[in-house]
Antibody, heavy 119, light 111 residues
Framework: EVQLVQSGAEVKKPGESLKISCKGS????????IGWVRQMPGKGLEWMGI????????TYSPSFQGQVTISADKSISTAYLRWNNLKASDTAMYYC????????????WGQGTLVTVSS | QSVLTQPPSVSAAPGQKVTISCSGS????????VSWYQQLPGTAPKLLIY???KRPSGIPDRFSGSKSGTSATLGITGLQTGDEAVYYC????????????FGGGTKLTVL
């Protein structure tokens, strides 16, 4: 069974760093893209960036370039999303999703990680 | 402002049919496959349609997708109260540093 399991909810202060994770199982982790999606409270879905764990090819959405860092450790089938300087505006639900190809769509999703940034 | 344009809301009665549109351009829908997602309240999105009109295993045939030119449409027949959700279209966009993009989402109300 394909599963993407994300790390738990986080509460952070502005200026702090954070790294959340997404562990894949039940499939070949290095053969599928993993994307990160932001959903701010009451708002729609936004693609942040995607990574191909097989070769660590990464593309960021222009809106998120330089704001976050996406990485993956294929030895433990886990993708990451990292912030170095959190802002209150980073408060959102973050989802990871698997893409069989860039033109296919995201066929499996993680359960989401709620990140709250507040002083 | 989303790259793909969807109506903010649609509504219909139980048992009826509804369509949700998704409008784009030649750099996205016009030259790429479209996928559709359902997000029920408080849950992660779920893939309903991929490659314009294909349904993943387990998705009932009440859900259908089509594409024409730079627009796509999601159709839902035999509406049920459990279909109340926000629906998103998505595709690849070659003009934005080549990335996947979503529409703004359409809230479906089953009256």
């Amino acid at each position: 069974e394909v599963q993407l399991v994300q790390s738990g909810a986080e509460v952070k202060k502005p200026g702090e760093s954070l790294k959340i994770s997404c562990k894949g199982s039940g499939y070949s982790f290095t053969s599928y893209w993993i994307g990160w999606v932001r959903q701010m409270p009451g708002k729609g879905l936004e693609w942040m960036g995607i990574i191909y764990p097989g070769n660590s090819d990464i593309t960021y959405s222009p809106s998120f370039q330089g704001q976050v860092t996406i990485s993956a450790d294929k030895s433990i089938s886990t993708a990451y999303l990292r912030w170095n300087n959190l802002k209150a505006s980073d408060t959102a639900m973050y989802y990871c999703a698997r893409l069989p190809s860039l033109n296919y769509g995201a066929d499996y999703w993680g359960q989401g990680t709620l990140v709250t940034v507040s002083s | 402002q989303s790259v793909l344009t969807q109506p903010p809301s649609v509504s219909a009665a139980p048992g009826q049919k509804v369509t949700i549109s998704c409008s784009g351009s030649s750099s996205n829908i016009g030259n790429n496959y479209v996928s559709w997602y359902q997000q029920l309240p408080g849950t992660a999105p779920k893939l309903l349609i991929y490659e314009n009109n294909k349904r993943p295993s387990g998705i009932p045939d009440r859900f259908s997708g089509s594409k024409s030119g730079t627009s796509a449409t999601l159709g839902i027949t035999g509406l049920q109260t459990g279909d109340e959700a926000v629906y998103y279209c998505g595709t690849w966009d070659s003009s934005l540093s080549a990335l996947v993009v979503f529409g703004g989402g359409t809230k479906l109300t089953v009256l």
